[in-house]
């Protein structure tokens, strides 16, 4: 890729080049944490067996199968997985029953739109599971062009602390509805 240029126009209207500043020093605040600086930074192609991996070496639970990776955050449970497997897009979701009976599409939908509305990420639905609808809260991430461990890592911290939210937050939203 090109280096980019800036240019001020000099006497006679002449595009002429500005010096180019020395580059910064790296602030300490760009310098990845103890938990990221661990990790690999060698771009490669996503797998269940790469994120199990690095949930391991997170010290997270963690389990697997042929084509998800489950783990646990303050017992709220998760699942990472591509669907289908060659799709660029990795999930990370997690399941919220809501408390009591008679939820509804309808009702549960209105409540997803108004977290949908006030957060960008997790996307929430609602989804029939048997005789009873629940919400979803999926975060995806592109990962078609494959990512590093560290990538990896800061992909899975994003999308399980903001699944986590979605999970602690979303049953106060869910009863203040129902009211």
Known sequence: M??????????GGEAVP???????????????DEYAAKW????????I?????????????????????????????FQIHR?????????????????????TELSLQAVANRWNTEHLQPTVIPIEDGDQWILVAASRFFV??????????AMLRRGLIIGLSAAQELPGLLAEASK
């Open 2 to 11: 090109p280096e980019w240029k800036s240019f001020t126009f000099g006497e």
């Open 18 to 32: 500005e010096t180019t500043p020395a580059p910064a020093a790296p602030s300490p605040a760009m310098e990845a």
């Open 40 to 47: 690999g930074t060698e771009v490669a192609e996503v797998s």
């Open 49 to 77: 067996a790469r994120i199990e991996n690095v949930l391991e070496g997170d010290g997270l639970p963690h389990g697997s199968s042929e084509f998800i990776a489950v783990t646990q955050l303050e017992d709220v449970r």
């Open 83 to 103: 669907e289908p497997v060659d799709a660029p897009w990795l999930q990370i979701e997690t399941r919220i029953e809501p408390d009591g009976e008679g939820h």
């Open 144 to 153: 078609g062009e494959g990512l590093s461990d560290r990538q990896i890592h």
